[in-house]
């Protein structure tokens, strides 16, 4: 292995590795760790100059090289050998569902569908349609959560599935809330549905009994078409005024942040939210404080408008239908941009391998 | 377009950045915010670790390239480094499931056997010993669907999956060992070993052996055969009531609640290092770095390193109370502390604590396992709990 190593700087070989200048201490286990994932390539190619002082340039590169190597050698697709990204719409896996796809959530199992008015569950390993729910004639989003899943209905409704139970009737946990629930979010206690018109938002908190009690706020939004928990709060865009807004626990606004006008569905990276505009631009937000610290405009972007996060990519389905645009998260370096399905795609997830997207009028789901 | 050119088309594209609270603020630089980082080469590096919050620079637009990095400096970037790679790599993230759970009303529940004590994931059921029932129960994580049950598992205490089958110990004495094949319909288990040490309260494999704490004083090592029974070495020097036992990739370790002590053990089951830790300690868990052990009877968590055997701190506080198992999911431990109808949960990485939290009245959380999405428990007289 040495002798291999060394090979790379002319057949010259190293105390440590192909470095001639590193002892073989302790030390040259660390240096070559580093050496062999790329994260240096020393000072030379036969020179690694332990004694040398890092300078906070150097210091980004290491540390920006690491990240990107533990993430990629951690992944469930290196460990499956999966590194491919699919080509074309004709690779996909397609399972048709009973009725129209809306959305799609993974519960790192399986994913989840609603097509109103069924909620079904499906296989993640082998696409296999496994078991459908009914019952929920307005089926918008899914969250999945507390071992249930849930699911807003646009009339007002949050329908529960209980998956440990034989598949059946949908259970209405909650109605009443504000018009035209969308999209939904958990922070571990309450469930937070964004209401898109008349705009606002409601805070559902589960307890022994049904019906849950709901909280719906008016104050502070007008059109919520995306929410989010980032392990510390929830975050709401706004469609038309182009807003996003952290949100305090009792549903009070703590920041706004002026973005685009018509956004997106937002995903988190752990660290950033990439907002999707149909001004053919992704926004990058880093949740810690607020900040936009980049926008996206290469990479095939006409018409962003969904968002979603695998662990490593970030992917956006483009509105157009031209492209869906693949990103490294870490450093926001395009992967490509792949001919999406010949369909509106109205959700997307991922289960940490693959990501599932959401093709109504297919009355599909393909696994990308 | 090469990388450098597409980093500078990216940033050309910054037209404003809005801070917050909309206060806009001209952020345009050279590299992102930053108007000192004049090699484009190096730009995307320096961006990486910008948006994930690892450097914020040393001013709102100077990023003092040239500068050198001093030890502190370099163990905050390190740190973050860390934190950041686990936040972005793990399950949760992928899954959008950041969430802590909050109470008792956000579990999962699903009825298993009575008196489930031990649990444990395979990746994709969770296997939970329960001694009142002399069972064990397969539960299905991803719908919480209790799918079958496997009888005759004699005061069932603890459980392993390992080699495509489920080891279980059985608190009796002498001790037994049974073994379930998952790929069979469910039935009675077999046993595979009676000979072990008295009273195994926990069970560990080393990819070649499994490895039982027995409460009577003694550790046992039993080595797979192609039919039962299985052979058993029974270890009592230097034992007097061994009740937690983990394998660190390297080493087998015991937890001696009479002694109030870790210790490492080598292949054949000898004691190579004694760490003194709280009082009574019982089921740890490692992290891939330090054993945590809960320490019952001094309300405390003992953090040791596995490379030396250091004790790195004793944690308190955190409502721990009598705490008793501890379960690590990648980036979170959890430690159940049943006399408080509790669990406590830290930040693996540097130790902090983020929070208890109630797992209902008279619940009495016992065991505890990650599948790495969520935590499983064992509760009161016939639950388990998705955390």
Not at chain 1, 22 to 27: A, E, G, L, M, S
Not at chain 1, 162 to 178: H, K, R, Y
Not at chain 1, 321 to 343: E, H, K, N, Y
Request: include cysteine; aromatic fraction near 8%; glycine fraction near 10%.
């Amino acid at each position: 292995m040495l002798a291999a190593l060394a090979g790379t700087a002319g057949g010259v070989s190293g105390l440590c590795g192909p470095f001639i200048d590193v002892p073989d201490t302790p030390f040259c286990r660390s240096i070559l760790e580093i050496f062999t994932l790329g994260i240096t390539v020393g000072t030379t190619p036969t020179t690694y100059t332990p004694d040398g002082v890092v300078n906070r340039l150097q210091a980004a590169v290491l540390l920006s090289r690491t990240i990107d190597s533990v993430l990629d050698r951690g992944s469930r697709a290196a460990a499956l050998g999966q590194f491919w990204n699919p080509g074309n719409p004709a690779v996909l896996g397609y399972t048709t569902l009973p009725f129209r796809p809306i959305s799609v959530k993974a519960d790192g199992e399986n994913i989840w569908v609603s097509n109103p008015p069924a909620v079904s569950r499906v296989r993640a390993s082998d696409g296999k349609l496994l078991e459908s729910w009914t019952g929920a004639p307005d089926a918008e989003f899914l969250l999945v959560a507390m071992g249930k899943v849930f699911v807003t209905g646009l009339n007002g409704s949050l329908y529960q599935v209980d998956p440990a139970q034989p598949a059946g009737s949908v259970t209405a946990v909650v109605t009443g809330l504000g018009a035209h629930p969308f999209r939904i979010a958990y922070d571990g206690g309450r469930i937070w549905t964004a209401n898109i018109n008349p705009g606002s938002i409601s805070i559902i908190s589960p307890g022994p009994s049904i019906p849950w009690t709901a909280t719906t706020i008016t104050a502070g939004f007008t059109d919520p078409n995306g929410i989010l928990y980032d392990g510390s709060h929830i975050w709401v865009t706004e469609f038309q005024s182009g807003l996003l807004k952290k949100v305090g626990p009792s549903g009070a606004v703590l920041q706004t942040v002026t973005l685009e006008k018509d956004i997106g569905r937002p995903a988190f990276d752990g660290a950033n939210l990439w907002v999707p505009t149909f001004n053919q631009a992704v926004l990058i937000v880093r949740a810690a404080d607020g900040r936009l610290v980049t926008k996206l405009r290469e990479n095939e972007l006409i018409g962003p408008s969904i968002a979603a996060f695998d662990g490593r990519r970030m992917l956006i389905w483009n509105a157009d239908f031209s492209a869906i645009s693949l990103w490294r998260a870490s450093d926001m370096t395009p992967i490509g941009a792949v001919a999406p399905p010949s369909d509106v795609v109205t959700d997307i997830c991922s289960d940490g391998l693959h990501f599932w997207l959401a093709l109504p009028n297919a009355g599909q789901i393909a696994r990308f | 377009m090469n990388r450098s050119a597409r980093v500078a088309t990216i940033f050309a594209l910054v037209l404003a950045a809005v801070l917050a609270g909309g206060a806009g603020t001209a952020l345009l630089g050279i590299c992102g915010p930053f108007t000192d980082v004049s090699d484009p080469s190096f730009c995307n590096f320096v961006i990486e670790i910008f948006v994930l919050g690892i450097t914020t620079g040393t001013t709102p637009t100077t990023f003092d390239p040239a500068a050198p990095v001093s030890r502190l400096q370099m163990a905050a970037l390190l740190s973050r480094t860390v934190d950041a790679t686990l936040a972005r790599g793990g399950r949760r993230a992928a899954l959008d499931q950041l969430w802590v759970t909050q109470g008792a009303e956000n579990l999962g529940l699903t009825v298993v056997g009575s008196g489930p004590v031990d649990v444990r994931s395979d990746g994709s059921d969770i296997w939970v010993a329960c001694g009142g029932a002399d069972s064990v129960t397969r539960v299905h994580a991803s719908t919480g669907r209790s799918l079958e049950s496997w009888s005759g598992a004699a005061a069932a205490s603890s459980v392993i999956p390992a080699m495509g089958r489920v080891v279980v110990t059985g608190s009796t004495a002498p001790g037994r060992l049974f073994s379930i094949d998952p790929g069979q319909p469910a039935g009675a288990v077999t046993t595979v070993a009676s000979s072990l040490g008295s009273f195994p309260g926990a069970i560990t494999f080393d990819g070649g052996h499994f490895w039982t704490a027995n409460q009577a004083g003694s550790v046992s090592i039993v080595t797979p055969a192609a039919a039962p029974p299985w052979d058993v070495t029974n270890v009592t020097s230097g034992f007097q009531a061994p009740a937690g036992i983990l394998f660190d990739s390297a080493n087998v370790w015991v937890t001696d609640a009479g002694a109030g002590s870790l210790v490492k053990l080598d292949s054949a089951g000898s004691i190579l290092e004694t760490v003194t830790v709280g009082s009574s300690p019982r089921h740890p868990a490692y992290d891939g770095a330090n054993i945590w052990v809960p320490d019952e009877l001094s309300d405390s968590v003992s953090v040791v390193r596995a490379a030396t055997g250091a004790l790195l701190r004793t944690l308190t506080g955190n409502a721990l109370s009598h705490p008793l198992a501890a379960a690590f999911d990648g980036q979170r431990i959890l430690v159940t502390s049943p006399s408080g109808d509790r669990v406590s949960l830290w930040k693996a990485a540097d130790l902090t604590p983020i929070g208890s939290f109630s797992t209902g009245a008279a619940s009495s959380p016992h065991g505890a396992c990650s599948d790495g999405i969520n935590f499983w428990i064992t509760l009161g007289s016939n639950q388990l709990a998705r955390f």
